[in-house]
Structure formats: structure tokens, C-alpha cells
């Protein structure tokens, strides 16, 4: 034998709905601007570091070419006979334009892997985030129609109740 329902209102029904119909936005906005974001990092890694990092090497290559330049100039000039100058000015700064060349190539080279690195980690989140956008696209319009047929369905009960009453 069938129970009878003793449903008075839909109210906390249409907060479920609502509450879900709000989340559903939100799911989707946020989404979408995550989606977004990436996409710019993405386009930041693969075209502006790279330029920005060749741009990088080739003044440092300037630089080392014109330490050694202004090295040599040092000591094409001798201080006396038999006597060089030290230059050690011009070294210490060869030295640097040397390091700061290395160190310009080695990050050129760790924006590649960089690259490659987000390029599998974005890949590996669009397959992850794939389920849930699965649900939101698909199931949560499912669940707000369920709503909507249970809330109708209480809505007759009343006026059931009521016209019997």
C-alpha cells in the first residue's frame, strides 16, 4: 500500500534548483576563464619568452664580443718596455659577459623544456577536466529537469489535496 506524501510547499525544492542553476554559471565561468588564462600563459611561453630570451642571448653575445674587444685594446698598449698592463678591469668584466651569456643560453634552453613541461601538464588537466564539464554540459540540465518534473509533480499533489479536501 502506497504511503501519501504530507508535502505542504516547494520552496526548499526551488532552492535546491536555484543553488544548482547558480553553480552551474559559476562551473561554467569559471571554466571558461580558466580555460583562458591558460591558453594566454601558453601563448606567453611559446612566443614572447622565446624572443624574449634570443633577444637576451644575442646582446650578451654583443657584450662578450665587446669585452674581449676593449680586453684586447688594453693590452695592445704596454705600460713599459717589457711591462703589460694588468687589464684586470677588462677581465673581470669579460668574465661576466661571459657569465651572464651562459646564463642567458641555459634559460633559453629551460624555457624548451618549460614549454614542453606545461604543453603535458595542460594536456593531462583538459583530460581531468573533461568529466566535469561532462557534468555540467550534460547531467546538471538533466537534474534541473528532474527538478522541474518533481516540483510539478508537488505542485499537483497540492491541488490534488486541495480539490479533495
Request: with cysteine; aromatic share 4%; hydrophobic share 40%.
Amino acid at each position: 500500500m502506497p504511503e501519501t506524501a504530507n508535502v505542504r510547499t516547494s520552496d526548499s525544492i526551488l532552492a535546491v534548483k536555484a543553488a544548482l542553476a547558480s553553480f552551474m554559471v559559476q562551473a561554467e565561468e569559471g571554466m571558461a576563464e580558466l580555460e583562458g588564462e591558460m591558453r594566454r600563459m601558453l601563448d606567453w611561453l611559446e612566443h614572447d619568452r622565446p624572443r624574449n630570451w634570443k633577444e637576451r642571448v644575442r646582446k650578451s653575445w654583443d657584450a662578450v664580443a665587446e669585452a674581449k674587444a676593449e680586453l684586447h685594446r688594453c693590452l695592445m698598449y704596454p705600460i713599459g718596455p717589457n711591462e703589460r698592463p694588468s687589464c684586470s678591469e677588462q677581465r673581470a668584466a669579460l668574465k661576466k659577459a661571459e657569465a651572464n651569456r651562459a646564463r642567458c643560453e641555459e634559460k633559453a634552453e629551460r624555457l624548451k623544456h618549460w614549454i614542453r613541461e606545461v604543453r603535458h601538464e595542460l594536456h593531462e588537466y583538459e583530460g581531468r577536466i573533461t568529466k566535469l564539464k561532462e557534468c555540467v554540459a550534460v547531467e546538471m540540465p538533466s537534474a534541473m529537469a528532474a527538478i522541474e518534473r518533481i516540483i510539478q509533480r508537488i505542485e499537483n499533489y497540492a491541488e490534488l489535496r486541495v480539490e479533495t479536501a
